[in-house]
Structure formats: structure tokens, C-alpha cells
């Protein structure tokens, strides 16, 4: 796919076009030699963050002529990874309370042996403990809770 993008000041404005829609809707110029104030546009796919990393904005740059995205991750500050493993913590404890709801739930329509399998899933969960937040896997059954629960 290519892009074309505004230039203003010598500096990109906007979004990238597909270079398709410019030239329909701009079909009275020349394409082939980028009228003035366009530019052709690369875009470069966003990279993968870590658990423990942090997207920078996306900034525009001019590489052999061509405008096209810069992207760049940082690491976390130690007060940003307190943060983020605290909303892991905090994920945990919510999935382990719905879990629990949803037990309350199927109990007023169980079988009696949907009631054991319920009976034993409380107990595995009373008794749940983690130590990476990121990793825990929160007890639920499948076969009497709904998939989304697990």
C-alpha cells in the first residue's frame, strides 16, 4: 500500500491518505511528480510493547525522501511498574469475585451434581493464592460456568 501526506511548513499535517484516494479525489494532478504540498508516506507498523514498557507518541520523520512514522518504547519508571502490576493484582481479584457471582448464579438452576462441582470450585477458590499476577490462573469450570468466565 502507499501513502501520501500533507506538507505544510515543510512538515507533515494530518493523517497519511491512501495514495489511491488522493488520486481520485485530486485526479486533476500529477501524481507521478508529488504535486507541492504532498509528500509520499511510509507507514511502519507499531512495535510490540512489554508488560513493562511504554509506547512513546508516534512522530513523523523524513528518511531518503520519504515522511514515515518513528516509533519508540521506553521502559517503565519503577512508580509506572508499581502501577502496573498493582492493575494485574487488582484484575486477579476481580476475576476471582465474578467467578464467585457466577457460582451464586448457577446454584439457583444446578443440578445436584452441578451443585458438588460447584461446592469443590469454592473450595479451590478459598483456598487460591498467586504469586505473579501477570501468570495466575484463577480456578473456574468451564463445564458449569460460561467460557468467559475462565
Not at 91 to 108: D, G, L, N, P, W
Request: charged residues 25%; proline residues 6%.
Amino acid at each position: 500500500m502507499s501513502f501520501f501526506i500533507k506538507i505544510k511548513d515543510g512538515f507533515p499535517t494530518g493523517h497519511p491518505y491512501f495514495e489511491e484516494n488522493v488520486r481520485d479525489a485530486l485526479s486533476h494532478l500529477d501524481w507521478d511528480n508529488v504535486p507541492e504540498g504532498w509528500a509520499r508516506f511510509k507507514t511502519v507498523e507499531q512495535p510490540q510493547v512489554g508488560t513493562f514498557q511504554v509506547l512513546n507518541p508516534c512522530a513523523f520523520e523524513q528518511i531518503d525522501g520519504v515522511w514515515q512514522h518513528v516509533w519508540s518504547v521506553r521502559e517503565m519508571t519503577l512508580d509506572e511498574k508499581a502501577v502496573r502490576v498493582n492493575q494485574e493484582h487488582d484484575a486477579v481479584r476481580i476475576k476471582v469475585q465474578y467467578v464467585y457471582a457466577e457460582v451464586e448464579k448457577k446454584r439457583h438452576t444446578a443440578t445436584a451434581e452441578e451443585h458438588e462441582k460447584l461446592d469443590i470450585l469454592v473450595a479451590r477458590l478459598n483456598v487460591f493464592t498467586y504469586d505473579d499476577p501477570f501468570t495466575a490462573k484463577v480456578p473456574a469450570d468451564t463445564v458449569i460456568l460460561p467460557p468467559a468466565v475462565t
